[in-house]
Protein backbone atom coordinates (compact mmCIF):
# COMPACT_ATOMS: atom_id res chain seq x y z
CA UNK A 1 0.00 0.00 0.00
CA UNK A 2 1.38 3.06 -1.23
CA UNK A 3 0.37 6.05 0.67
CA UNK A 4 1.87 10.06 0.06
CA UNK A 5 0.96 13.39 1.78
CA UNK A 6 0.91 16.57 -0.22
CA UNK A 7 0.43 19.94 1.57
CA UNK A 8 2.57 22.41 3.93
CA UNK A 9 1.28 21.88 8.25
CA UNK A 10 -0.52 25.83 7.42
CA UNK A 11 -2.71 24.93 4.76
CA UNK A 12 -6.44 24.91 4.95
CA UNK A 13 -6.95 21.78 3.11
CA UNK A 14 -5.43 18.26 3.75
CA UNK A 15 -4.18 15.92 1.08
CA UNK A 16 -3.43 12.46 1.38
CA UNK A 17 -3.13 10.11 -2.19
CA UNK A 18 -3.37 6.62 -1.44
CA UNK A 19 -4.07 3.58 -3.69
CA UNK A 20 -4.96 6.27 -6.51
CA UNK A 21 -7.66 7.74 -4.24
CA UNK A 22 -7.01 11.77 -3.49
CA UNK A 23 -8.56 12.50 -0.20
CA UNK A 24 -9.22 16.82 0.55
CA UNK A 25 -9.95 17.42 3.86
CA UNK A 26 -11.74 21.20 4.77
CA UNK A 27 -9.35 21.63 7.55
CA UNK A 28 -9.94 25.20 9.00
CA UNK A 29 -12.80 24.42 11.93
CA UNK A 30 -12.18 27.28 13.90
CA UNK A 31 -14.08 29.18 10.72
CA UNK A 32 -16.48 27.04 10.64
CA UNK A 33 -14.55 26.27 6.91
CA UNK A 34 -15.68 29.16 5.43
CA UNK A 35 -15.07 29.47 1.74
CA UNK A 36 -12.18 32.09 2.03
CA UNK A 37 -10.25 32.87 -0.95
CA UNK A 38 -7.41 31.28 1.06
CA UNK A 39 -9.23 28.19 1.50
CA UNK A 40 -10.59 28.43 -2.43
CA UNK A 41 -7.04 28.72 -3.01
CA UNK A 42 -5.76 25.71 -1.21
CA UNK A 43 -8.33 23.48 -2.68
CA UNK A 44 -7.41 24.26 -5.94
CA UNK A 45 -3.94 23.59 -5.17
CA UNK A 46 -4.64 20.10 -3.62
CA UNK A 47 -6.61 19.30 -6.64
CA UNK A 48 -3.82 19.70 -8.28
CA UNK A 49 -1.23 18.30 -6.27
CA UNK A 50 -3.22 15.41 -5.88
CA UNK A 51 -3.82 14.55 -9.80
CA UNK A 52 0.19 15.18 -10.08
CA UNK A 53 0.57 12.49 -7.58
CA UNK A 54 -1.15 10.43 -10.00
CA UNK A 55 -4.80 10.39 -8.15
CA UNK A 56 -7.52 8.52 -10.14
CA UNK A 57 -10.70 9.78 -7.99
CA UNK A 58 -10.83 12.51 -5.36
CA UNK A 59 -12.84 12.10 -2.18
CA UNK A 60 -13.83 15.85 -0.49
CA UNK A 61 -14.54 15.79 2.95
CA UNK A 62 -14.30 18.42 5.90
CA UNK A 63 -13.25 18.52 9.70
CA UNK A 64 -16.92 18.59 11.39
CA UNK A 65 -18.80 19.59 12.05
CA UNK A 66 -19.56 22.12 9.81
CA UNK A 67 -18.99 21.03 6.29
CA UNK A 68 -18.61 24.44 5.19
CA UNK A 69 -20.23 27.64 6.49
CA UNK A 70 -20.49 29.28 2.97
CA UNK A 71 -18.23 32.88 1.77
CA UNK A 72 -16.27 34.81 4.03
CA UNK A 73 -18.27 37.57 4.89
CA UNK A 74 -15.54 39.70 6.04
CA UNK A 75 -13.79 39.36 2.31
CA UNK A 76 -17.19 40.15 0.89
CA UNK A 77 -17.53 42.99 3.07
CA UNK A 78 -13.97 44.23 2.26
CA UNK A 79 -13.80 43.60 -1.32
CA UNK A 80 -10.23 43.27 -1.52
CA UNK A 81 -10.76 40.33 -3.71
CA UNK A 82 -12.79 40.55 -7.09
CA UNK A 83 -15.62 37.94 -7.06
CA UNK A 84 -14.29 36.21 -9.80
CA UNK A 85 -11.17 34.57 -8.34
CA UNK A 86 -13.03 33.29 -5.32
CA UNK A 87 -14.21 30.15 -7.02
CA UNK A 88 -10.74 28.69 -7.85
CA UNK A 89 -11.48 25.72 -5.69
CA UNK A 90 -14.55 24.75 -6.44
CA UNK A 91 -13.56 25.29 -10.24
CA UNK A 92 -10.62 23.13 -10.19
CA UNK A 93 -13.16 20.55 -8.58
CA UNK A 94 -15.37 20.74 -11.16
CA UNK A 95 -12.67 20.32 -14.01
CA UNK A 96 -11.40 17.69 -12.65
CA UNK A 97 -11.12 15.02 -15.04
CA UNK A 98 -11.21 12.39 -12.50
CA UNK A 99 -14.04 11.11 -10.84
CA UNK A 100 -14.88 13.26 -7.80
CA UNK A 101 -17.24 12.00 -4.77
CA UNK A 102 -18.03 14.12 -1.96
CA UNK A 103 -18.75 13.20 1.36
CA UNK A 104 -20.99 15.95 3.33
CA UNK A 105 -21.10 15.14 6.98
CA UNK A 106 -22.41 18.21 8.68
CA UNK A 107 -24.21 21.48 7.16
CA UNK A 108 -23.29 23.40 4.50
CA UNK A 109 -24.42 26.39 3.54
CA UNK A 110 -24.04 28.97 0.73
CA UNK A 111 -21.21 28.50 -1.41
CA UNK A 112 -20.58 25.87 0.79
CA UNK A 113 -23.48 24.06 -0.96
CA UNK A 114 -21.72 24.34 -4.35
CA UNK A 115 -18.58 22.48 -3.09
CA UNK A 116 -20.55 19.55 -3.17
CA UNK A 117 -22.74 20.64 -6.22
CA UNK A 118 -19.58 20.32 -8.52
CA UNK A 119 -18.54 16.97 -7.23
CA UNK A 120 -19.86 13.62 -9.44
CA UNK A 121 -21.40 12.03 -6.85
CA UNK A 122 -22.48 13.23 -2.80
CA UNK A 123 -22.49 10.82 -0.26
CA UNK A 124 -24.35 12.23 3.05
CA UNK A 125 -25.38 11.27 6.45
CA UNK A 126 -29.01 12.22 8.17
CA UNK A 127 -26.84 14.87 10.01
CA UNK A 128 -26.12 17.08 7.00
CA UNK A 129 -28.27 20.19 6.02
CA UNK A 130 -27.95 22.21 2.42
CA UNK A 131 -29.18 25.52 2.97
CA UNK A 132 -27.80 28.17 0.00
CA UNK A 133 -29.22 31.17 2.39
CA UNK A 134 -28.10 33.73 -0.56
CA UNK A 135 -30.85 35.80 -0.28
CA UNK A 136 -30.99 35.53 3.52
CA UNK A 137 -27.74 37.85 3.31
CA UNK A 138 -28.79 40.36 -0.17
CA UNK A 139 -26.13 38.21 -2.12
CA UNK A 140 -27.07 36.53 -5.51
CA UNK A 141 -25.58 33.14 -5.82
CA UNK A 142 -22.70 33.20 -7.74
CA UNK A 143 -19.68 30.67 -9.58
CA UNK A 144 -22.66 29.00 -11.38
CA UNK A 145 -24.60 27.51 -8.28
CA UNK A 146 -28.43 28.49 -9.70
CA UNK A 147 -26.53 25.70 -13.02
CA UNK A 148 -25.39 23.46 -10.79
CA UNK A 149 -28.79 23.75 -8.43
CA UNK A 150 -30.92 23.58 -10.75
CA UNK A 151 -29.41 20.12 -12.53
CA UNK A 152 -29.52 17.88 -9.41
CA UNK A 153 -33.06 19.64 -8.44
CA UNK A 154 -34.53 20.93 -10.84
CA UNK A 155 -36.04 24.11 -11.23
CA UNK A 156 -38.87 24.12 -9.42
CA UNK A 157 -36.45 22.65 -6.71
CA UNK A 158 -33.60 25.50 -6.82
CA UNK A 159 -36.43 27.52 -6.86
CA UNK A 160 -37.86 26.39 -3.74
CA UNK A 161 -33.93 26.39 -1.84
CA UNK A 162 -33.04 29.76 -3.40
CA UNK A 163 -35.69 32.14 -3.72
CA UNK A 164 -37.63 30.47 -0.75
CA UNK A 165 -35.22 29.50 1.83
CA UNK A 166 -35.90 25.98 1.87
CA UNK A 167 -33.51 23.22 3.07
CA UNK A 168 -32.66 19.84 2.87
CA UNK A 169 -31.55 17.74 5.28
CA UNK A 170 -29.28 14.64 4.09
CA UNK A 171 -32.00 12.01 3.34
CA UNK A 172 -34.15 14.74 2.14
CA UNK A 173 -31.51 16.03 -0.31
CA UNK A 174 -31.13 11.79 -1.80
CA UNK A 175 -34.81 12.21 -2.28
CA UNK A 176 -34.60 15.41 -4.47
CA UNK A 177 -31.66 13.95 -6.63
CA UNK A 178 -29.13 16.45 -4.75
CA UNK A 179 -27.42 13.32 -3.23
CA UNK A 180 -26.63 9.57 -4.24
CA UNK A 181 -26.98 7.60 -0.81
CA UNK A 182 -27.30 9.22 2.95
CA UNK A 183 -25.57 7.13 5.68
CA UNK A 184 -25.08 6.70 9.06
CA UNK A 185 -22.20 9.19 10.13
CA UNK A 186 -19.67 5.99 10.55
CA UNK A 187 -20.30 4.82 7.00
CA UNK A 188 -19.73 8.24 5.12
CA UNK A 189 -16.11 8.14 4.85
CA UNK A 190 -15.79 4.07 3.86
CA UNK A 191 -19.01 4.42 1.51
CA UNK A 192 -17.04 7.35 -0.35
CA UNK A 193 -14.13 5.74 -0.36
CA UNK A 194 -15.41 2.61 -1.25
CA UNK A 195 -16.76 4.72 -4.38
CA UNK A 196 -13.62 6.35 -5.26
CA UNK A 197 -11.94 3.11 -5.29
CA UNK A 198 -13.93 1.10 -7.25
CA UNK A 199 -13.46 4.27 -10.07
CA UNK A 200 -9.58 4.43 -8.99
CA UNK A 201 -9.06 0.64 -10.18
CA UNK A 202 -10.79 1.23 -13.23
CA UNK A 203 -8.79 1.80 -16.39
CA UNK A 204 -7.50 5.47 -15.83
CA UNK A 205 -8.18 6.59 -19.66
CA UNK A 206 -11.51 4.88 -20.07
CA UNK A 207 -12.40 6.32 -16.77
CA UNK A 208 -11.66 9.96 -17.82
CA UNK A 209 -13.51 9.11 -21.50
CA UNK A 210 -16.31 8.03 -19.74
CA UNK A 211 -16.80 11.42 -17.28
CA UNK A 212 -15.77 13.45 -20.37
CA UNK A 213 -19.23 11.56 -22.39
CA UNK A 214 -21.10 11.80 -19.70
CA UNK A 215 -20.88 15.40 -19.39
CA UNK A 216 -21.47 15.88 -23.16
CA UNK A 217 -24.22 13.83 -23.03
CA UNK A 218 -26.18 15.90 -20.03
CA UNK A 219 -25.43 18.79 -22.26
CA UNK A 220 -27.21 18.07 -25.45
CA UNK A 221 -30.98 17.62 -25.87
CA UNK A 222 -31.04 15.23 -28.84
CA UNK A 223 -30.35 11.66 -28.24
CA UNK A 224 -29.10 11.05 -31.73
CA UNK A 225 -26.19 13.42 -30.77
CA UNK A 226 -25.51 12.05 -27.44
CA UNK A 227 -25.26 8.67 -29.33
CA UNK A 228 -22.78 9.91 -31.55
CA UNK A 229 -20.45 11.00 -28.78
CA UNK A 230 -21.04 7.62 -27.46
CA UNK A 231 -20.21 6.09 -30.28
CA UNK A 232 -16.89 7.75 -31.07
CA UNK A 233 -15.42 6.77 -27.14
CA UNK A 234 -16.95 3.29 -27.66
CA UNK A 235 -14.66 2.82 -31.02
CA UNK A 236 -11.96 4.27 -29.19
CA UNK A 237 -12.58 2.07 -25.87
CA UNK A 238 -12.40 -1.41 -27.91
CA UNK A 239 -9.56 -0.39 -30.14
CA UNK A 240 -7.55 -0.67 -26.83
CA UNK A 241 -5.43 -3.16 -24.92
CA UNK A 242 -7.35 -2.85 -21.86
CA UNK A 243 -10.39 -3.98 -24.09
CA UNK A 244 -8.55 -7.18 -25.56
CA UNK A 245 -7.20 -8.31 -21.69
CA UNK A 246 -10.69 -8.11 -20.32
CA UNK A 247 -12.28 -9.90 -22.92
CA UNK A 248 -9.58 -12.68 -22.80
CA UNK A 249 -10.11 -13.29 -18.87
CA UNK A 250 -14.00 -13.18 -19.18
CA UNK A 251 -13.39 -15.98 -21.74
CA UNK A 252 -10.83 -17.54 -19.50
CA UNK A 253 -13.42 -17.79 -16.89
CA UNK A 254 -16.49 -19.23 -18.71
CA UNK A 255 -14.15 -21.78 -20.17
CA UNK A 256 -12.60 -23.00 -16.35
CA UNK A 257 -16.81 -22.97 -15.70
CA UNK A 258 -17.76 -25.13 -18.48
CA UNK A 259 -14.68 -27.19 -17.99
Known amino acids: MSTRTEGSADGLVRLTVEDGVGHLVLDDPARRNALSKRMSDDLAQAVDAALGLGARALVLSARPPVFCAGGSLDGLLERSTPLAEAYAGMTRLW ?11 GPTVGAGVSLPLVCDVVVTTP ?7 FLDLAIHPGGGHLWHLARRVGPQGAAAMVLCG ?11 GLAWRCVPEADLLPTASRLARRAADRSGPLVRRTKQSLRQGVALSDVSAAAAVELAAQEWSVGRPEFTEAVRRV ?3 VAEQRA
Open 127 to 133: AARFAPR
Open 95 to 105: EAPVPTIAAVG
Open 166 to 176: DALDGEEAVRH
Open 251 to 253: RAV
